[in-house]
């Protein structure tokens, strides 16, 4: 069955510092693949995606993706953190299941910014 | 800027209460969702719909129904409000067919208690 993970539930970062938020799907077929981004007290917003074409893709904020397709990765990159991407990161994969086409989210990675 | 609005922010119900959330998108979207967001379970999807009057059944539709009359109206029903109902409720839309190639914009969420 289609299912992604985010390893780590909870990252801290001072900011300035790089951060990389780890996303690991299982799916048969070349993904469809997102990042989300949900602020305190808000819904979520596409931060980036993937459907084919150059591995490493560039998104809002200053976020970057990498797609590895051996290891079954999309990882979400940042190289210097700003207090304001403290927030809850959600790693999707759109896929079709149960014969509907739908996103599978992950649990979610919580960051917080030390000043 | 695509809007999807939620009616309510918080919603405090009885149990064995029947509600009723409300979301609107304003930019034509073909396709509306209703997840479902608790901790440590990312978000599940509970409905969704790629057209008017057509619904179908996500993960999670056990205790939920909907409604769309007009394209831009997506609401979810709770037909006996439970406890294990109380959680973060976020309406999503999307462009184009079939759903999972197009990115979701989320609604700000509803937050519902079950007392």
């Known amino acids: 069955a289609q299912s992604v993970t985010q390893p780590d539930i909870h990252i801290t970062v001072s900011e300035g510092a790089s951060l990389e938020l780890r996303c690991n799907y299982s799916y048969g077929a070349t993904p469809y693949l997102f990042w989300y981004v949900q602020s305190p007290g808000q819904g979520l917003q596409l931060l980036l995606k993937?459907?084919?074409?150059?591995?490493l893709v560039q998104g809002i904020k200053g976020f970057e993706a990498e797609f590895k397709r051996s290891q079954s990765s999309f990882n979400l990159r940042k190289p210097s953190v700003h207090w304001s991407d403290a927030a809850e990161y959600f790693c999707a994969v759109g896929a079709r299941s149960g014969g509907y086409n739908k996103l599978i989210f992950g649990a979610g990675t919580r960051l917080a910014v030390h000043p | 800027d695509v809007k999807v609005t939620q009616s309510s922010r918080y919603l405090v119900k009885r149990t064995g209460e029947k509600v009723f959330l409300e979301c609107v998108q304003d930019?034509?979207?073909?396709?509306m969702f209703w997840y479902r967001q608790d901790p440590g379970l990312g978000l599940r999807l509970i409905y969704f719909?790629?057209?008017?009057?057509m619904k179908e059944k996500g993960d999670i539709p056990e205790g939920y129904s909907v409604s769309r009359e007009k394209k831009e109206r997506f609401s979810l029903i709770l037909e006996s409000a439970s406890t294990n109902q109380t959680s973060m409720y976020l309406c999503?839309?999307?462009w184009g067919p079939g759903g999972i190639g197009s990115p979701l914009h989320f609604g700000n969420g509803t937050r519902l208690t079950v007392t």
């Open positions: 930019m034509d979207h073909e396709n």
């Open positions: 719909s790629y057209d008017v009057k």
């Open positions: 999503a839309s999307s």
């Open positions: 993937y459907f084919s074409g150059d591995t």
